[in-house]
């Protein structure tokens, strides 16, 4: 049996290969997965862009590299086990979870549960347990066959949405809403699916007006998301009074418009970064005006609120506003997301080559597979 990867070069975005090795026995207590099908968005593309910083490489590093020069981008989807040498865990289980992108993963189960199970591979001791977490679908209260595709597209993007939302009203937005007056949300990259996942849930509060910032071609279907209080493009940020009292929440990673932001509001409270969709655009955050940016951590958001509310708790109100976020996206008579399945190594590296250029239909919905049809 052999395994076939997709490969990045780490400090070339847009270089890849494709790379079949042989497979190795599995060790007592390890487990091989066939990935089945996997998410491609903007979010895969932060994790590449901000690989070495946020370790994101370190997942499922790249073992025929001695240069340490190309990695696997980590994405979220479904596999099922194949092969099984753990007690526990049987082969045929379908998984929900974090995986390369490949034909393949070897897992090592630890503190398994009916719920799930962690890997427990050394390279991963250190990494967080958000995404060492692997659930079995029959027992996933978020699973439903019948969507799995908006799942593995949308459930880690609104789960950093949710968090966003969370910390912002946790942190009373900074101030901005004090002496009654509505406290401006800017996101940028809004037709990203993070960013709107986020304004959707922002959306919610009366407190605060969420305005999205995005390219002209991409107003349209910004709004008709309804999410939105307002949607204006990058070069429009002067219909917004430069005394605004506002947060800036950067899915973009765009350096200029976030100096531009940073010089037009004298009221900024707060400035978070998210993620880089502008890849080709990456800046750093010195010598600007205002707070220095933040890079936002979905994982210590969750951690705290663990520690206030009990992990059950958490888990409830997580699981009710995502099955109201999957309604607002799944409405018949105007859906959000269009899925879009790519089927193959050679169509895995053209949906790669579409996501990072960042040209495609906001609309679509990336499903790849390693495998053939």
């Known amino acids: 049996m052999t395994t076939t990867q997709f490969q990045i070069r780490k400090n070339a975005l847009d270089t890849t290969r494709l790379v079949t090795l042989p497979d190795a026995p599995l060790a007592e207590g390890e487990v091989r997965v066939r990935v089945d099908q996997f998410a491609y968005t903007a979010n895969n593309i932060t994790y590449a862009a901000f690989g070495e910083a946020m370790s994101y490489w370190q997942f499922f590093p790249v073992l025929n590299d001695a240069e340490g020069l190309w990695g696997i981008v980590p994405v979220w989807g479904f596999g099922v086990v194949e092969q099984s040498r753990c007690e526990g865990v049987a082969v045929g289980e379908r998984l929900y979870g974090y995986w390369p992108m490949a034909t393949h993963a070897v897992l090592q189960p630890v503190r398994v549960s009916p719920e799930g199970f962690l890997d427990g591979a050394a ?217 879009q399945h790519h089927h193959g190594p050679e169509a895995v590296t053209a949906a790669h080559a579409l996501v990072l250029a960042g040209r495609g239909d906001p609309r679509l919905g990336h499903m790849l597979s390693m495998a053939g049809d």
Not at 189 to 215: M, N
Not at 230 to 238: A, E, G, K
Not at 306 to 328: K, S
């Open 123 to 339: 390279h991963r001791a250190a990494l967080h347990t958000i995404y060492n977490q692997y659930i079995r679908c029959a027992a996933d209260p978020l699973h439903n066959p019948a969507t799995e595709a908006l799942q593995a597209l949308l459930r880690p993007l609104f789960l950093t949405a949710w968090l966003i939302d969370d910390f912002l009203a946790d942190n009373a937005f900074f101030g901005t809403c004090e002496g009654g007056q509505r406290g401006v949300m800017l996101l940028s990259s809004a037709s990203s699916k993070t960013a709107f996942a986020t304004a959707a849930q922002l959306a919610k509060r009366p407190e605060v007006e969420v305005v999205g910032l995005t390219s002209a071609a991409n107003v349209a279907f910004c709004e008709s998301l309804g999410v939105y209080s307002r949607v204006l493009t990058y070069d429009q940020l002067d219909a917004l009074a430069s005394d605004t009292p506002c947060v800036y929440v950067d899915f973009a990673g765009n350096g200029r418009l976030r100096k531009h932001i940073h010089s037009r509001f004298d009221k900024l409270a707060y400035s978070c970064s998210i993620g880089g969709t502008h890849v080709d655009q990456l800046s750093g955050a010195r010598e600007l005006p205002g707070p220095r940016p933040v890079l936002f951590f979905a994982p210590a958001q969750a951690k705290k609120r663990h520690g206030d509310w009990g992990g059950a708790e958490f888990n409830q109100r997580m699981a009710r506003a995502w099955h109201g976020f999957i309604e607002q996206v799944n409405e018949p008579a105007a859906p959000w997301v269009k899925v």
